[in-house]
C-alpha cells in the first residue's frame, strides 16, 4: 500500500522553514506530505489525513471574541483552515492540529478560544520557546494518554491563546500545571487530535514522534477502508 498522503497547512510567513519539519515527522511516522496554504489548491478528497499547523492567531470573528490590535491575523488561512477541518470531519479523514490547528480544530466544531490564557490561568508558567520547558499532564482515559502515555511531559510552547469552552464532540486530553488545556480530542471517529504545543520539533522524543504515527495509522485505516468499499462496489457489479 502507498504512504498515506498528508495535507499540512502553514501560515505565509514561516511555513517555507516548518513545512519541511513536518514533512520529515510524517515520512518518519511512515506518511508523505504536502503543503497547503491560502491561495494554493487545497482538497480534502485527494488527502488521507490533515495537519492543520501552527502560526498567527485566528481571527476572534470566528468564535465571537474580542478584537486585540496587537494580534496579526490571517483571514484568508482562516477561512481555509474552517473549511478543511469541516470537510476532513465529513469525508472521515484524520485531523492533527499543533498549536493555532489545535485551537482551528475547537473553533471550526463550535468551540471559544481565551485570548488571554495566562490572566485565566495565572498559576500556568508562561513560555515562549522551541526547548520542551512546560510540564503537561495527559489525562487518562483519552486516546492521546493511549499514544504517550500518564507521565508528566515536558513540551514548549510558544502560545498566549488557549481553548476554553470546547467545541461539539471534543474533549480535555491534556492540562498544564496551573490547569489551562493542552490538548483537546474527539470523542468519537474519524480521527481529530489536537495539541498546543509544537511536536514537530520535538522529533528526538518518542512521546512526540507517537503523535504523527497515530495520525498516519488512522489515515492508513481509512485508506485500507475505502478500498473495501470500493472492493465490494466492484464486486456487487
Known sequence: MRRPLIGVTTSRRS???????????????????????????????????????????????????????????????????RRLVGEAQDQGKPVLGICRGAQMINIALGGTLDQDAYATHADSRYYRTILPKKTVRVLSGTRLVQLTGNAPMKVNALHSQAVDK???????????????IQAVESTRDPFALGVQWHPEHLIYAHRQRAIFRALVAAARAGMARDSQIEAAANAAT
Open 166 to 180: 470546547l467545541g461539539e464532540g471534543l474533549h480535555i486530553a491534556a492540562r498544564d500545571s496551573g490547569g489551562m
Open 15 to 81: 511555513g517555507w522553514r516548518i513545512f519541511p519539519l513536518v514533512a520529515l515527522n510524517v515520512w518518519f511516522a511512515g506518511g508523505r506530505a504536502v503543503r497547503w496554504g491560502a491561495g494554493r489548491p487545497a482538497d480534502v478528497a485527494s488527502i488521507d489525513g490533515l495537519i492543520i499547523g501552527g502560526g498567527d492567531d485566528i481571527s476572534p470573528d470566528l468564535y465571537g471574541g474580542d478584537l486585540v490590535t496587537s494580534a496579526r491575523l490571517d483571514p484568508a488561512r482562516d477561512a481555509l483552515e
